[in-house]
């Protein structure tokens, strides 16, 4: 057989096996596609990862009282732990005046919130406000002054931008639970949280230019992300309020429920994540927040790759060497395609 008809036999027999892999086209009318043989046994794909899985637990979560490694206790937050589950929440807890936050409120965020990070226990956070009217009206307007916002120690902080940094950092997945006013700087807070439910009563907006105040940080770039650059400027300059169906359109919140299942349905969330992959979420975290966030992001995604690179042989060879004074052998470590 010459040498171009064998090649055209060999391409032949490649082309009817790749036929034989590939799933008959579906006529154009009539019959539903083609199931593939390896789903052909449930009704649908979502029955067979139900099946595997089983569906989401619905049972009432139980909160216990936490404290961080310092042992003091909270006066401008509550921090619970769900007994059992790898869940933390974080309450803003000053609801006579809508959780405003102070320089102490924010604080004491911050040292939860490096309690959830660091205990790894936990998976995924609830950021909330205590109460149904507010989840956090922003900055206490009352102990504003010339340089920030200052309490007890008498001189300004803008404190909270570290908190946006940290959140926004955190490798597990933060969730804003709102109910009622997520306004002002308390809008930004739940704009730099992964994921936001909102209760039926739940109202978004910016107050900065009514107040004398903007946010030209995270307040700005990460809300023009998420609904757009004329929305954002909408939202900026005409300081409307948006109810929670508007916010869900504009892209601002995930899911809107009645208020009185806003938190079984935040915790419902919370389970599903809680299913996956730990690792896999923290690497998708700052993955998706790296374009954005340049060098900081880069070296956020970068410090997953080595933490996962510390787990391999070869980078335990390296070690291993340095500790017995000798050369490390990499020889045996592919150069992977
Ligand atoms: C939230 C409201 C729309 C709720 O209205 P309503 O339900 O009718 O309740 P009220 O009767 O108004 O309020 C009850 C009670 O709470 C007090 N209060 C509410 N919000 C605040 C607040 N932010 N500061 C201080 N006090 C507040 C209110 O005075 C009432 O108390 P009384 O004793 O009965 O008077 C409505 O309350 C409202 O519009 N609130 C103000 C919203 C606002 O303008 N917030 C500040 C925006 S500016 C900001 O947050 C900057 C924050 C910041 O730190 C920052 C700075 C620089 C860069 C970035 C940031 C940042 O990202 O945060």
Known sequence: MATGERDLKTLDRRLSTIAGHLLPLAPISGSPPPIHPSFASSTSAGDRYRRIHGDVPTHEVSWSPALDESGKGFTDIIYEKAVGESIAKITINRPERRNAFRPQTVKELIRAFNDARDDSYIGVIIL???????????????????????????????????????????PKPVIAMVAGYAVGGGHILHMVCDLTIAAENAIFGQTGPKVGS???????????????PKKAREMWFLCRFYNASEAEKMGLVNAVVPLEKLEQETVKWCREILRNSPTAIRVLKSSLNAVDDGHAGLQELGGNATLIF???????????AYMEHRKPDFSKFSRKP
């Open 128 to 170: 909330t406000g205590k109460g149904n009217d507010a989840f956090c009206s922003g900055g206490d307007q009352a102990l504003r002054g010339s340089d920030g916002y200052a309490d007890y120690d008498g001189f300004g902080r803008l404190n909270v931008l570290d908190l946006q940094v940290q959140i926004r950092r955190l």
């Open 214 to 228: 903007f946010d030209a940080g995270y307040g700005s770039s990460i809300m023009s992300r998420l609904v757009g």
């Open 310 to 320: 510390y787990g391999t042989d070869e980078a335990k060879e390296g070690q291993t």
